[in-house]
């Protein structure tokens, strides 16, 4: 797949040039099918965030919509961390991730979604599965699993059903790494 080097090329250039104490890390993933590319990017604040795309974020844009002609950016989402769930002997995880996007009517129902899924998640976790990260938007509109496979992506079965009508899960997708690339910051921890 050729359109992930753009992306990263120029996320390796901005790093290295500019030595942005604030960017930790940004992966890069492609659909099961090819057909969409998923950046996560990690930065230490929003503040941090919102200084570099007011600075930056145009050009680089710009410079991937020449090398990627048709490219279609759905927009930025922010999420915050609500769980991390590690099973004990969890394996490492392999290359691919799944993700289970839900929506929600209020940052309430996506707040107890999560605790719920993370308390069944702790209590019975599903083979195939080596940390789940439950994560709701800031906007309070939506959550997600991000979650690591290690032996495939049927885990999501295993899950509850939300029994709350204002809480809607939408099928799986899953995505596997084409890169990342590291922030001066996460290099330093090496």
């Known amino acids: ?51 570099f795309a007011r600075e930056h974020r145009q050009d680089m844009v710009n410079r991937i919509d020449q090398a990627i002609p048709g490219i279609e950016r759905p927009g930025l989402s922010r999420y915050r961390l609500l769980h991390s769930v590690v099973p004990d002997g969890a ?5 691919s991730i799944t993700l289970l996007y839900v929506a929600t009517q209020t940052a309430e129902h996506a707040r107890r979604w999560a605790d719920a899924t993370a308390d069944s998640l702790r209590n019975a976790p599903p083979a195939g599965i080596g940390a789940a990260h439950l994560l709701a938007s800031t906007d309070g509109k939506r959550a997600l699993i991000y979650a690591p496979n290690t032996q495939g992506g049927d885990w999501h079965r295993s899950l ?27 290099e330093s921890r090496r």
């Open 1 to 51: 797949m050729r359109p992930p080097r753009p992306c990263l090329g120029e996320w390796r250039e901005l790093s290295a040039r500019f030595q942005l104490d604030a960017f930790l890390q940004l992966s890069c993933f492609a659909s099961a099918d090819g057909r969409v590319l998923l950046s996560h990017a990690q930065w230490v604040s929003d503040e941090a965030h919102i200084a």
């Open 91 to 95: 394996p490492d995880c392999g290359e």
């Open 160 to 186: 509850p059903v939300p029994l709350d009508s204002a809480v809607h899960v939408h099928p799986p997708q899953h995505y596997r790494l084409l890169g990342s690339v590291r922030g001066r910051r996460s």
